[in-house]
């Protein structure tokens, strides 16, 4: 299986309109991968927090138009990273969108773990509430977005519905990189899962992005990493890795806590 993630920078000079059918080039020129991925708001900045209001969008809004028929015109699967919605009832969300090589939707996951501290996302986004999968004809995809990176048991339960690759497109700080390549490192440990996770390059509204997108395989062992600026990584991995290596070495099966038992 052939995946390419794509590291986009966020330039604050460039509109999203033009930055929209950029991307879309980029998504086109992978024709032949198997998967591709985009980052987290990659349309307006994961920091730019005072412009999510104005550049939220329905959910079939100007990106996912763009998006799904970048995807049907290249052939793949996309996770389009994500985008500021807004919900025909009010709230914002920070949604990510998955279409099919055909450009049908396939997923919408909206983000369950807010960053901001009580300020920024985490005071102007509702919060998601459901664990989202995607079967693709290789593998299940579990999906989670950035600051969910940090929360082990999100990614326990998307294993525990299927999930073998988890998919995490991010927006993620520089001078916290170090944890960005740790944590993706440990979910893929402690999950025997692979690790696709998707970064920003640039700088949003002040905030130097960590770039260094990274493949990390169910043994922990990093397949491919990006540099600091944009790029396109490309890496091939074998899904079936994730049943032999659960097979080899059954940690999954000893779990204890957490875990529901017959009784009796």
């Not at 763009?66 to 919605?85: N, Q, R, T, Y």
């Not at 459901?130 to 989670?144: D, S």
């Not at 997108?213 to 922990?220: K, L």
């Not at 600091?228 to 994730?242: I, Y």
Request: aromatic share 8%.
């Amino acid at each position: 299986m052939r995946a390419s993630l794509l590291q986009i920078a966020v330039d604050e000079g460039e509109s999203t309109d033009s930055r929209r059918e950029r991307v879309a080039s980029l998504v086109r020129e992978q024709a032949g991968a198997d998967l591709v991925v985009l980052p987290e708001l990659w349309t307006t900045g994961a920091f730019a927090f005072e412009s999510f209001g104005a550049e939220a969008e329905p959910l079939e809004g100007p990106t996912y138009d763009v998006m799904a028929k970048a995807a049907s015109d290249a052939g793949v699967w996309l996770h389009a990273g994500s985008i500021p919605e807004r919900d025909p009832a009010g709230p914002l969300y920070n949604t990510s969108l998955v279409f099919s090589p055909a450009g049908e939707l396939a997923a919408a996951y909206r983000k369950i773990h807010r960053f901001g501290f009580d300020k920024g996302e985490a005071v102007l986004m509702g919060r998601g509430e459901e664990l989202v999968t995607v079967r693709l004809p290789e593998t299940v995809l579990g999906l989670a977005t950035c600051y969910d990176l940090r929360f082990p048991e999100l990614f326990r339960g998307l294993v525990d519905v299927g999930a073998e690759t988890l998919v995490i497109p991010a927006g993620w700080p520089e001078r916290r990189r170090a944890h960005w390549t740790l944590l993706a490192q440990a979910r893929a440990v402690e999950n025997q899962a692979f690790v696709l996770a998707c970064g920003t390059a640039g700088t949003h509204a002040g905030v130097p992005q960590a770039g260094h997108s990274i493949v990390v395989d169910p043994w922990g062992e990093v397949l491919a990493e990006a540099g600091a600026g944009e790029e396109v990584l490309s890496v091939e991995f074998d899904p079936a890795k994730v049943g032999a290596t659960r097979g080899q070495f059954p940690v999954l099966r000893d779990r204890v806590l957490g875990v529901d038992k017959p009784r009796g």
